[in-house]
């Protein structure tokens, strides 16, 4: 039977690095924890809040600077908690979904201006770790800074096999679709 938190252990795409395993310094697991719940702005196992403690079987290497953490997943579901150094690691963290009374406390009292309107043309990246393609396309869906829209890449046209993607608005002029960062 797998624990959900042993899930994590195998989704982190990391390992200890040679100098830890031989030093023994691993990283803060409760420095996570802590910084995952100021990032949803709610504790661990609330509405809102990662699921569960990081796993404390994980032996990931000390991360000598500062933790990256984005929402990951369609429904924003997860945090993906990311050591951004050489011998980095990342491993996803699962959140509980808001609801009734806190999620309407936590959404914004109006929604934001929209930057992008529909039929607008902008320039659409797909960036990964070390390489960003751009090419221009246009925006099917307005939507404002953190959206992600649906965007057809130039040259492509519907019924022909070639379908429409999603991107997240970056800026006025911008949309990304984020590979594998």
Known sequence: MFRPTLLLALAATALPSAVSAQTGTFADLSRIDAEVAAFTGAPVGTPGGARHPVDRRLRLAECPGELALDWHGRRADMVRVECPALSGWQLFVPVNAMTGAAAAANSPARPAAPVVARGQVLTIAVEGRGFSVTQQGEALEAGAVGDWIRVRPE???????????????????????????
């Not at 019924?159 to 800026?171: F, K, L």
Request: net charge positive.
């Open 155 to 181: 040259g492509t046209r519907p019924g022909r096999g070639q379908e429409d993607v999603r991107a997240r608005i970056e800026n006025p002029g911008r949309a990304v679709i984020p590979l594998g960062r």
